[in-house]
């Protein structure tokens, strides 16, 4: 059975950079054709995908969000990490790792409340 577990800060101020990691368990995050992606949670809004990591180790991020976004992992930990920078109290979310199989997210963190506040 896969799991997989968000943790970062609760907190970040404005300006700085957001850093959460997600611990996979059960399953490697290099094993072929699965895709390991960010999504948050903002109040009164839907879902919004942030990026991923492929097997591969190949990144891809939402248009609105590239420019400070970076997705990186860790093979030997069976981690990756999602670092957002210039973060704004839009940024407030909940946010969450999921693994993603062709079209669909079969397996999601429990989600983390990132609150960006001075």
């Known amino acids: 059975q896969v799991s997989l577990q968000e943790s970062g800060p609760g907190l970040v101020k404005p300006s700085q950079t957001l850093s959460l990691t997600c611990t996979v368990s059960g399953g490697s995050i290099t094993t072929n054709y699965y895709y390991w992606s960010w999504i948050r949670h903002a109040p009164g809004k839907g879902l919004e995908w942030i990026g991923y990591?492929?097997?591969?180790?190949?990144?891809y991020y939402s248009p609105s969000l590239k420019s400070r976004t970076s997705i990186s992992r860790d093979t030997s930990k069976n981690q990756f990490t999602l670092q957002l920078s210039s973060v704004t109290p839009e940024d407030t979310a909940v946010y969450y790792c999921a693994r993603q199989y062709q079209s669909e997210y079969d397996y999601w963190g429990q989600g983390t409340q990132v609150t960006v506040s001075s």
């Open positions: 990591i492929a097997y591969s180790g190949s990144t």
